[in-house]
């Protein structure tokens, strides 16, 4: 590869584009990465890392207010908004430099600027044009906004992260992931929140018990709930914004926050250019080694969108590291995906939804089980759990876990190890509980739902 400049050029510095350049370097190859903004990506700035922060701030509220179930005297407390996010703002510079030193570390060039491809093999950052024998796409996504009338009223997921205040009163557009998680926390701590949703029930493609039993205690925690309802028009209202509904609704809010997902971040990389082919979505379309249309070129995580999720992209720029590098990159199973919703109540899942699972498993077994959390049986909240194992009856292996509750991410985490590794509702019947815990239903449940 003496006639060019670098073996491998990864455009974009998130999650995946550092993995993959990390990865590459320490097989030995000659690396650049350039990035135009902070690194970490959507991840560590405006996404997972100030997300999670955000939520366990959220998260004392209701610990100050069961506080006095378990026998403590809590005085008056007050919410400073300005004090988190200067907080999270010093993790987030401190992430930006681990970043940056994780790749000098392993020798990877950083070049600091916009990049385009202007050929198969070739990159221009800044005026600067570079060589590569392959060239690495991983620019990820960026928020969407909703087609509605006065859609540049809204504000988006990434503006959160920015507010110099919190609002009073919001509405929320959205039932997927990042509406459902920014919805609970505004709400944690102390917005009054609306959401509006066109479907029945939050989180589209998940388990439909998961679906029913979440909207529920979403509900049940305070939350204004407008479902079946999408947003005609937005309009200033003095320093707020008055929206519209389908239903004839109208509300007045301080801030409307469009939440509505995200799609893949392509524009100014030249791809057009070059010929990089993408599909109806606005992805980059490529084939199972992540390769485009044109063999040189190569893309991952949120950009290509399959899974929007940064373990993924971290696992596809192992791969692609490794594919070209090593000694082959292991294929990833789609299928088994651990994955938390930071909602309140806490979703977390790994595997099939019942719906996807029966297609596949005409022998499909359903375990299921709600109850209340000992966590709240001291008190008065009304909070329900859910557990449900689904179970391929001809070989009785494990294959969809759903949980919603106390600490569900940090369940499913123990449960995805256990189902990578083939494990069987035996294997799950034979294992000891540990007692008392939300998790040992997972271990208890004996009797499958009827008329399954």
Known sequence: MADYDYDLYVIGGGSGGVRAARMAAGLGARVALAESGRLGGTCVNVGCVPKKLMVYASHYSEALADAADFGWIVGESRFDWASL???KDAEIERLNGIYAGLLED???TLHRGHARLVGPHEVE?????HRAAHILLATGGRSKRAPIEGNTLANISDDVFAWKQLPKKLVVAGGGYIATELACVLHGLGAEVHLVHRRAELLRGFDADVRTHLTQEVRKR????????TIERITQRGEGRRIELSCGTTLDVDVVLSAMGREPNTEGLGLEDVGVELDERGAVRVDASYRTNLPSVLAVGDLIGR????PMALAEGMYVAHELFGEGGALIDYDLIPTAVFSQPEVGTVGLPEHEARERYPELVVYRSSFRPMKYTLGARDERALVKLLVDGATDRVVGCHIIGPDAGEITQGVAIAMTAGATKRDFDRTLGIHPTLAEELVSMRTPVANT
Do not use: D, F, P
Request: glycine share 14%.
């Open 85 to 87: 996010q200067a907080h």
């Open 106 to 108: 392993t020798g990877v």
């Open 125 to 129: 950052v800044e005026g600067t044009r």
């Open 222 to 229: 305070g939350l204004h709930l407008h479902m079946e309802r």
């Open 307 to 310: 899974v929007q999720l940064t």
